[in-house]
Protein backbone atom coordinates (compact mmCIF):
# COMPACT_ATOMS: atom_id res chain seq x y z
CA UNK A 1 0.00 0.00 0.00
CA UNK A 2 2.67 2.34 0.93
CA UNK A 3 4.23 1.84 -2.66
CA UNK A 4 1.27 2.81 -4.39
CA UNK A 5 0.79 5.56 -2.62
CA UNK A 6 4.37 6.22 -3.29
CA UNK A 7 3.82 5.76 -7.14
CA UNK A 8 -0.19 7.49 -6.80
CA UNK A 9 -1.37 4.36 -7.54
CA UNK A 10 -4.55 2.09 -7.20
CA UNK A 11 -4.60 -1.33 -5.93
CA UNK A 12 -7.23 -3.84 -5.21
CA UNK A 13 -7.33 -7.14 -4.10
CA UNK A 14 -9.31 -10.15 -6.13
CA UNK A 15 -8.10 -13.15 -4.64
CA UNK A 16 -6.44 -14.28 -1.50
CA UNK A 17 -2.95 -13.31 -2.70
CA UNK A 18 -3.54 -11.81 -5.68
CA UNK A 19 -3.52 -7.79 -6.16
CA UNK A 20 -4.49 -5.93 -9.20
CA UNK A 21 -2.60 -2.53 -9.65
CA UNK A 22 -3.48 0.39 -11.81
CA UNK A 23 -0.59 3.40 -12.41
CA UNK A 24 0.52 5.89 -14.87
CA UNK A 25 3.21 5.21 -17.46
CA UNK A 26 5.30 7.82 -16.75
CA UNK A 27 6.31 5.98 -13.10
CA UNK A 28 7.53 3.05 -14.68
CA UNK A 29 11.06 4.63 -16.29
CA UNK A 30 11.92 5.57 -12.42
CA UNK A 31 10.61 2.00 -11.35
CA UNK A 32 12.90 -0.04 -13.73
CA UNK A 33 15.71 2.85 -13.29
CA UNK A 34 15.81 1.73 -9.64
CA UNK A 35 15.39 -2.18 -10.76
CA UNK A 36 11.74 -2.16 -8.52
CA UNK A 37 13.28 -1.77 -5.03
CA UNK A 38 9.74 -3.04 -3.52
CA UNK A 39 11.11 -6.97 -4.56
CA UNK A 40 13.86 -6.31 -2.21
CA UNK A 41 12.09 -3.74 0.30
CA UNK A 42 9.16 -6.94 0.77
CA UNK A 43 12.15 -9.35 1.79
CA UNK A 44 12.22 -7.41 5.37
CA UNK A 45 8.69 -8.87 5.96
CA UNK A 46 9.40 -12.47 8.08
CA UNK A 47 6.40 -14.97 8.62
CA UNK A 48 6.94 -16.63 12.68
CA UNK A 49 8.65 -19.39 11.18
CA UNK A 50 11.45 -17.07 9.65
CA UNK A 51 10.36 -17.33 5.98
CA UNK A 52 11.64 -13.72 4.02
CA UNK A 53 8.13 -12.78 1.86
CA UNK A 54 8.42 -12.33 -1.47
CA UNK A 55 6.60 -10.43 -4.53
CA UNK A 56 5.76 -11.49 -8.22
CA UNK A 57 5.14 -8.76 -10.21
CA UNK A 58 3.76 -8.74 -13.76
CA UNK A 59 3.34 -5.60 -15.68
CA UNK A 60 1.68 -4.86 -18.99
CA UNK A 61 2.18 -1.80 -20.76
CA UNK A 62 1.45 -0.54 -24.82
CA UNK A 63 -1.84 -2.74 -25.26
CA UNK A 64 -4.21 -1.85 -27.32
CA UNK A 65 -6.68 -1.54 -24.50
CA UNK A 66 -7.03 -2.02 -20.45
CA UNK A 67 -8.04 -5.52 -21.42
CA UNK A 68 -5.14 -6.96 -23.31
CA UNK A 69 -2.56 -4.64 -20.29
CA UNK A 70 -4.39 -7.02 -18.11
CA UNK A 71 -3.96 -10.25 -20.20
CA UNK A 72 0.03 -9.35 -20.72
CA UNK A 73 0.36 -8.67 -16.95
CA UNK A 74 -1.30 -11.92 -15.42
CA UNK A 75 0.12 -14.25 -18.23
CA UNK A 76 3.33 -13.91 -16.57
CA UNK A 77 3.04 -16.41 -13.55
CA UNK A 78 6.75 -17.04 -13.07
CA UNK A 79 7.63 -17.38 -9.39
CA UNK A 80 8.04 -14.69 -6.58
CA UNK A 81 10.76 -12.24 -6.67
CA UNK A 82 10.99 -10.96 -9.90
CA UNK A 83 9.09 -8.41 -11.72
CA UNK A 84 8.23 -8.97 -15.46
CA UNK A 85 7.52 -6.46 -17.66
CA UNK A 86 5.86 -7.37 -21.31
CA UNK A 87 4.78 -5.16 -24.27
CA UNK A 88 3.67 -6.03 -27.58
CA UNK A 89 7.22 -6.91 -29.27
CA UNK A 90 9.09 -8.38 -25.62
CA UNK A 91 9.60 -8.67 -22.57
CA UNK A 92 12.01 -7.28 -19.45
CA UNK A 93 13.10 -9.08 -16.28
CA UNK A 94 14.27 -7.75 -12.47
CA UNK A 95 14.97 -9.63 -9.84
CA UNK A 96 14.51 -13.28 -9.69
CA UNK A 97 17.69 -13.61 -7.95
CA UNK A 98 16.17 -15.04 -4.55
CA UNK A 99 14.94 -18.39 -3.50
CA UNK A 100 11.69 -19.58 -4.33
CA UNK A 101 9.02 -20.24 -1.61
CA UNK A 102 7.61 -23.85 -1.80
CA UNK A 103 3.44 -23.49 -1.43
CA UNK A 104 2.23 -25.86 1.63
CA UNK A 105 -1.35 -25.64 0.15
CA UNK A 106 -2.24 -27.86 -2.18
CA UNK A 107 -5.67 -26.27 -3.00
CA UNK A 108 -4.12 -25.52 -6.75
CA UNK A 109 -2.82 -28.58 -7.37
CA UNK A 110 -6.67 -30.08 -6.61
CA UNK A 111 -8.51 -27.38 -8.83
CA UNK A 112 -5.91 -28.08 -11.56
CA UNK A 113 -6.73 -31.95 -11.63
CA UNK A 114 -10.11 -31.32 -11.08
CA UNK A 115 -10.31 -29.17 -14.14
CA UNK A 116 -7.74 -31.62 -16.40
CA UNK A 117 -9.87 -34.49 -15.82
CA UNK A 118 -12.99 -32.36 -17.10
CA UNK A 119 -10.87 -31.53 -19.87
CA UNK A 120 -9.59 -35.50 -20.55
CA UNK A 121 -13.65 -36.25 -20.29
CA UNK A 122 -15.09 -33.54 -22.62
CA UNK A 123 -12.03 -35.05 -24.88
CA UNK A 124 -12.20 -37.67 -28.20
CA UNK A 125 -9.07 -38.35 -27.18
CA UNK A 126 -5.78 -37.42 -25.61
CA UNK A 127 -2.42 -36.55 -27.31
CA UNK A 128 0.92 -35.80 -25.14
CA UNK A 129 3.91 -33.97 -25.65
CA UNK A 130 6.89 -32.96 -24.29
CA UNK A 131 9.69 -31.21 -25.62
CA UNK A 132 12.74 -32.06 -28.12
CA UNK A 133 15.25 -34.52 -26.97
CA UNK A 134 12.70 -35.98 -24.20
CA UNK A 135 14.34 -36.83 -20.89
CA UNK A 136 13.06 -38.77 -17.79
CA UNK A 137 10.95 -36.26 -16.68
CA UNK A 138 9.64 -35.16 -19.72
CA UNK A 139 8.43 -39.55 -20.72
CA UNK A 140 7.35 -39.85 -17.01
CA UNK A 141 5.33 -36.99 -17.06
CA UNK A 142 3.58 -37.73 -20.08
CA UNK A 143 3.42 -41.14 -19.23
CA UNK A 144 1.29 -39.69 -15.73
CA UNK A 145 -1.17 -37.89 -18.20
CA UNK A 146 -1.32 -41.00 -19.89
CA UNK A 147 -2.33 -42.69 -16.90
CA UNK A 148 -5.16 -40.48 -15.73
CA UNK A 149 -6.91 -40.52 -19.59
CA UNK A 150 -6.58 -44.84 -19.06
CA UNK A 151 -8.24 -44.00 -15.70
CA UNK A 152 -11.22 -41.69 -17.10
CA UNK A 153 -12.03 -44.17 -20.43
CA UNK A 154 -10.05 -41.79 -23.08
CA UNK A 155 -7.30 -43.02 -25.45
CA UNK A 156 -4.19 -41.62 -25.00
CA UNK A 157 -1.02 -41.23 -27.03
CA UNK A 158 2.48 -39.59 -26.30
CA UNK A 159 4.06 -37.92 -29.13
CA UNK A 160 7.77 -38.10 -29.25
CA UNK A 161 10.68 -38.77 -32.01
CA UNK A 162 11.64 -42.51 -30.78
CA UNK A 163 15.17 -41.28 -32.44
CA UNK A 164 15.78 -38.55 -30.57
CA UNK A 165 15.17 -38.60 -27.24
CA UNK A 166 16.74 -39.83 -23.97
CA UNK A 167 14.69 -42.10 -22.76
CA UNK A 168 14.98 -45.37 -24.34
CA UNK A 169 15.60 -47.14 -21.89
CA UNK A 170 12.19 -45.90 -19.95
CA UNK A 171 10.35 -46.34 -23.25
CA UNK A 172 11.03 -49.46 -23.48
CA UNK A 173 10.17 -50.36 -20.38
CA UNK A 174 7.17 -48.78 -20.41
CA UNK A 175 6.45 -50.21 -24.21
CA UNK A 176 6.28 -53.53 -22.81
CA UNK A 177 2.78 -53.28 -20.88
CA UNK A 178 0.04 -54.10 -22.68
CA UNK A 179 -1.78 -50.96 -22.02
CA UNK A 180 0.96 -48.76 -23.64
CA UNK A 181 2.27 -51.04 -26.44
CA UNK A 182 0.50 -48.56 -29.21
CA UNK A 183 0.75 -45.64 -27.27
CA UNK A 184 4.20 -43.73 -28.42
CA UNK A 185 3.32 -42.52 -32.02
CA UNK A 186 5.31 -39.77 -34.56
CA UNK A 187 4.67 -36.30 -34.15
CA UNK A 188 3.50 -37.20 -38.57
CA UNK A 189 1.02 -40.09 -36.70
CA UNK A 190 -0.69 -37.75 -34.35
CA UNK A 191 -1.35 -34.66 -36.72
CA UNK A 192 -3.45 -37.74 -38.98
CA UNK A 193 -5.22 -38.83 -35.64
CA UNK A 194 -6.13 -34.85 -34.52
CA UNK A 195 -9.41 -33.91 -34.64
CA UNK A 196 -11.65 -30.62 -33.15
CA UNK A 197 -12.36 -32.26 -29.86
CA UNK A 198 -8.23 -33.74 -29.52
CA UNK A 199 -6.78 -32.61 -26.17
CA UNK A 200 -3.18 -32.04 -26.40
CA UNK A 201 -1.25 -31.71 -23.14
CA UNK A 202 2.20 -30.40 -23.01
CA UNK A 203 4.15 -31.55 -20.29
CA UNK A 204 8.20 -30.05 -18.49
CA UNK A 205 8.48 -27.29 -20.96
CA UNK A 206 5.94 -23.48 -21.64
CA UNK A 207 7.97 -22.67 -24.93
CA UNK A 208 6.30 -23.53 -28.21
CA UNK A 209 9.55 -24.03 -30.24
CA UNK A 210 10.36 -26.29 -27.81
CA UNK A 211 7.96 -28.58 -28.12
CA UNK A 212 8.52 -32.23 -29.93
CA UNK A 213 6.32 -30.65 -32.66
CA UNK A 214 5.06 -27.29 -33.16
CA UNK A 215 2.72 -27.90 -36.22
CA UNK A 216 0.67 -30.31 -34.04
CA UNK A 217 0.91 -27.48 -31.16
CA UNK A 218 -0.41 -25.12 -33.99
CA UNK A 219 -2.98 -27.75 -35.22
CA UNK A 220 -4.54 -28.26 -32.03
CA UNK A 221 -7.47 -25.92 -30.20
CA UNK A 222 -7.71 -27.41 -26.83
CA UNK A 223 -4.00 -27.34 -25.11
CA UNK A 224 -3.07 -27.69 -21.59
CA UNK A 225 0.00 -26.66 -20.27
CA UNK A 226 1.96 -28.76 -17.26
CA UNK A 227 5.33 -27.36 -16.27
CA UNK A 228 7.57 -26.87 -13.55
CA UNK A 229 10.29 -23.99 -15.15
CA UNK A 230 9.24 -20.16 -15.22
CA UNK A 231 7.65 -18.93 -17.68
CA UNK A 232 10.60 -17.58 -20.62
CA UNK A 233 9.88 -14.68 -23.11
CA UNK A 234 8.13 -16.85 -25.41
CA UNK A 235 5.32 -19.28 -23.70
CA UNK A 236 2.43 -21.28 -25.18
CA UNK A 237 -0.20 -18.50 -24.98
CA UNK A 238 -4.31 -19.50 -25.13
CA UNK A 239 -3.79 -22.63 -23.51
CA UNK A 240 -7.31 -23.85 -21.55
CA UNK A 241 -5.33 -25.32 -18.98
CA UNK A 242 -2.04 -23.97 -17.45
CA UNK A 243 -0.32 -25.28 -14.53
CA UNK A 244 2.79 -24.04 -14.00
CA UNK A 245 4.68 -24.21 -10.88
CA UNK A 246 8.26 -23.19 -10.88
CA UNK A 247 8.75 -24.03 -7.13
CA UNK A 248 8.12 -27.89 -8.29
CA UNK A 249 10.89 -29.87 -8.72
CA UNK A 250 9.36 -31.79 -12.22
CA UNK A 251 6.52 -32.20 -14.30
CA UNK A 252 6.77 -35.73 -12.78
CA UNK A 253 5.77 -33.56 -9.27
CA UNK A 254 3.08 -32.16 -10.59
CA UNK A 255 1.59 -35.39 -12.34
CA UNK A 256 1.90 -37.10 -9.24
CA UNK A 257 -0.06 -34.65 -7.23
CA UNK A 258 -2.73 -34.94 -10.14
CA UNK A 259 -3.06 -38.47 -9.93
CA UNK A 260 -3.26 -38.33 -5.91
CA UNK A 261 -6.53 -36.28 -6.36
CA UNK A 262 -8.41 -37.73 -8.97
CA UNK A 263 -7.51 -41.47 -9.09
CA UNK A 264 -7.06 -44.26 -6.51
CA UNK A 265 -3.48 -45.00 -5.59
CA UNK A 266 -3.91 -48.73 -6.06
CA UNK A 267 -5.12 -48.30 -10.16
CA UNK A 268 -1.80 -46.61 -11.32
CA UNK A 269 0.69 -49.37 -12.64
CA UNK A 270 4.13 -50.23 -11.38
CA UNK A 271 5.89 -49.15 -14.85
CA UNK A 272 4.03 -45.75 -14.45
CA UNK A 273 4.58 -45.30 -10.74
CA UNK A 274 8.16 -45.62 -11.59
CA UNK A 275 8.27 -43.36 -15.03
CA UNK A 276 7.02 -40.89 -12.83
CA UNK A 277 9.59 -41.47 -10.12
CA UNK A 278 12.32 -41.22 -12.67
CA UNK A 279 11.59 -37.79 -13.99
CA UNK A 280 11.39 -36.83 -9.95
CA UNK A 281 14.85 -39.05 -9.05
CA UNK A 282 16.56 -36.91 -12.70
CA UNK A 283 15.69 -33.43 -11.85
CA UNK A 284 16.25 -33.48 -8.43
CA UNK A 285 19.28 -34.98 -8.56
CA UNK A 286 18.78 -37.60 -6.02
CA UNK A 287 16.62 -35.68 -3.94
CA UNK A 288 19.30 -33.52 -3.36
CA UNK A 289 18.26 -30.07 -5.20
CA UNK A 290 15.14 -28.18 -5.74
CA UNK A 291 13.55 -30.77 -2.98
CA UNK A 292 10.59 -29.56 -1.15
CA UNK A 293 8.66 -31.35 1.70
CA UNK A 294 5.74 -31.93 -1.55
CA UNK A 295 8.69 -33.24 -3.48
CA UNK A 296 8.88 -36.19 -0.90
CA UNK A 297 5.71 -36.85 -0.54
CA UNK A 298 5.02 -37.92 -4.28
CA UNK A 299 7.93 -40.33 -3.78
CA UNK A 300 6.59 -41.56 -1.03
CA UNK A 301 2.70 -41.84 -2.92
CA UNK A 302 5.01 -43.62 -6.26
CA UNK A 303 6.57 -45.88 -3.54
CA UNK A 304 2.92 -47.35 -2.33
CA UNK A 305 1.78 -47.43 -6.08
CA UNK A 306 4.42 -49.84 -7.04
CA UNK A 307 7.59 -47.74 -8.09
CA UNK A 308 10.62 -49.68 -7.15
CA UNK A 309 13.84 -47.42 -6.35
CA UNK A 310 16.25 -50.38 -7.70
CA UNK A 311 14.60 -50.17 -11.59
CA UNK A 312 14.37 -46.69 -11.02
CA UNK A 313 18.29 -46.37 -10.95
CA UNK A 314 18.59 -48.26 -13.74
CA UNK A 315 16.84 -45.89 -15.90
CA UNK A 316 19.47 -43.32 -14.88
CA UNK A 317 22.23 -45.59 -15.77
CA UNK A 318 25.04 -44.28 -18.66
CA UNK A 319 26.18 -46.70 -21.25
CA UNK A 320 30.96 -47.26 -20.74
CA UNK A 321 31.12 -44.59 -24.11
CA UNK A 322 28.58 -41.38 -22.40
CA UNK A 323 30.58 -42.36 -18.91
CA UNK A 324 34.35 -41.63 -21.04
CA UNK A 325 32.57 -38.37 -22.79
CA UNK A 326 31.72 -37.34 -19.52
CA UNK A 327 34.97 -37.14 -17.89
CA UNK A 328 36.90 -36.19 -21.05
CA UNK A 329 34.25 -32.95 -20.51
CA UNK A 330 35.34 -32.09 -17.09
CA UNK A 331 38.85 -32.36 -17.78
CA UNK A 332 37.92 -29.05 -20.24
CA UNK A 333 36.87 -27.14 -17.10
CA UNK A 334 38.18 -23.83 -15.74
CA UNK A 335 36.79 -21.52 -13.18
CA UNK A 336 35.38 -18.51 -13.69
CA UNK A 337 33.95 -15.92 -10.95
CA UNK A 338 33.21 -19.27 -8.98
CA UNK A 339 31.76 -21.06 -11.99
CA UNK A 340 33.16 -24.12 -13.63
CA UNK A 341 32.99 -23.50 -17.35
CA UNK A 342 33.86 -26.53 -19.67
CA UNK A 343 34.14 -25.98 -23.41
CA UNK A 344 34.90 -29.25 -25.06
CA UNK A 345 35.88 -29.08 -28.69
CA UNK A 346 34.18 -32.57 -29.95
CA UNK A 347 30.25 -32.52 -30.54
CA UNK A 348 28.39 -33.85 -27.04
CA UNK A 349 25.26 -35.73 -26.22
CA UNK A 350 23.52 -32.77 -24.77
CA UNK A 351 22.67 -35.44 -21.99
CA UNK A 352 26.32 -36.17 -21.71
CA UNK A 353 26.70 -32.64 -21.19
CA UNK A 354 24.17 -31.71 -18.59
CA UNK A 355 25.76 -34.80 -16.25
CA UNK A 356 29.29 -33.22 -16.57
CA UNK A 357 27.59 -29.92 -15.53
CA UNK A 358 25.77 -31.71 -12.54
CA UNK A 359 29.40 -33.29 -11.46
CA UNK A 360 31.18 -29.98 -12.00
CA UNK A 361 28.84 -28.85 -8.78
CA UNK A 362 30.93 -31.49 -6.56
CA UNK A 363 34.17 -29.23 -7.12
CA UNK A 364 34.50 -26.99 -3.59
CA UNK A 365 34.10 -23.27 -4.20
CA UNK A 366 32.10 -23.52 -7.02
CA UNK A 367 28.65 -22.47 -7.36
CA UNK A 368 27.30 -22.87 -10.65
CA UNK A 369 28.68 -24.79 -13.65
CA UNK A 370 27.84 -24.39 -17.35
CA UNK A 371 29.00 -26.78 -20.14
CA UNK A 372 29.37 -25.12 -23.51
CA UNK A 373 29.58 -27.87 -26.67
CA UNK A 374 29.34 -28.09 -30.59
CA UNK A 375 25.91 -29.57 -31.27
CA UNK A 376 27.31 -31.29 -35.04
CA UNK A 377 25.21 -29.18 -36.71
CA UNK A 378 27.15 -26.56 -37.19
CA UNK A 379 25.73 -24.60 -33.87
CA UNK A 380 26.29 -25.14 -30.41
CA UNK A 381 24.30 -25.25 -27.00
CA UNK A 382 24.95 -24.87 -23.47
CA UNK A 383 23.53 -26.77 -20.12
CA UNK A 384 23.82 -24.91 -17.04
CA UNK A 385 23.20 -26.42 -13.25
CA UNK A 386 23.78 -24.04 -9.88
CA UNK A 387 23.54 -25.78 -6.08
CA UNK A 388 23.88 -21.83 -4.18
CA UNK A 389 22.16 -18.67 -4.74
CA UNK A 390 23.28 -17.92 -8.40
CA UNK A 391 19.92 -18.47 -10.52
CA UNK A 392 21.87 -20.02 -14.03
CA UNK A 393 18.13 -19.26 -15.32
CA UNK A 394 18.99 -15.51 -15.71
CA UNK A 395 21.99 -15.75 -17.21
CA UNK A 396 20.72 -18.35 -19.80
CA UNK A 397 18.51 -16.27 -20.39
CA UNK A 398 20.34 -13.28 -21.04
CA UNK A 399 21.37 -15.50 -24.34
CA UNK A 400 18.30 -16.96 -25.42
CA UNK A 401 17.58 -19.85 -23.16
CA UNK A 402 15.83 -20.55 -20.23
CA UNK A 403 14.97 -22.86 -17.68
CA UNK A 404 14.59 -22.62 -13.71
CA UNK A 405 16.98 -21.40 -10.91
CA UNK A 406 19.06 -24.40 -11.02
CA UNK A 407 19.25 -25.97 -14.60
CA UNK A 408 18.96 -24.19 -17.31
CA UNK A 409 19.64 -24.20 -21.18
CA UNK A 410 20.25 -22.28 -24.38
CA UNK A 411 20.93 -23.28 -28.08
CA UNK A 412 23.25 -21.64 -30.06
CA UNK A 413 21.93 -22.52 -33.83
CA UNK A 414 24.32 -21.54 -36.59
CA UNK A 415 26.98 -19.86 -34.13
CA UNK A 416 30.47 -21.46 -33.15
CA UNK A 417 31.37 -22.55 -30.31
CA UNK A 418 33.98 -19.50 -29.46
CA UNK A 419 31.33 -17.13 -30.11
CA UNK A 420 28.72 -18.78 -28.04
CA UNK A 421 31.14 -18.70 -24.71
CA UNK A 422 32.21 -15.02 -25.38
CA UNK A 423 28.31 -14.46 -25.29
CA UNK A 424 28.01 -16.50 -22.12
CA UNK A 425 31.23 -15.21 -19.94
CA UNK A 426 29.49 -11.25 -20.98
CA UNK A 427 25.98 -12.49 -19.47
CA UNK A 428 27.90 -14.01 -16.65
CA UNK A 429 29.21 -10.17 -16.45
CA UNK A 430 26.23 -8.80 -16.65
CA UNK A 431 24.17 -10.92 -14.06
CA UNK A 432 27.51 -10.30 -11.46
CA UNK A 433 27.64 -7.08 -12.03
Not at 38 to 53: K, L, N
Not at 185 to 205: F, H, K, N, W, Y
Not at 219 to 239: F, M, P, Q
Not at 374 to 385: C, V
Request: hydrophobic content about 40%; charged content about 25%; proline content about 2%.
Amino acid sequence: NKWCDDNKAIIRRYERDRYLILFESRCLEQLKAEKFPIIQEVHQVESPTGIDASISLGLGVDASSLAEALQYATALSRGGDQAVIKNRLSFEFFGGRGSEVEKRTKVKSRVMANTLAELVRDSSKVLVMGHKFADLDSVGGAVGVCALARLLGVKANIVIDLNKNYSGALIEMVRRQPEYHDTFISPQEAMLRADGRTLLVVVDTNRPEQVEDADLLMACNRVAVIDHHRVAATYIHNAALGFIEPYASSAGELMTEVLQEVVDQNDILRCEAEALLAGIVLDTKSFTIRTGERTFDAAAYLRRAGADTTDVKKLLQTDMDDTVAKYKILQSAKLYRNLAIAVPEEPQNRVVAASAADELLNISGVDASIVVAPDGNGGSFASARSIGELNVQLIMEKVGGGGNRSAAAAQFAGTDVNTAVKRIYAAIDDYLG
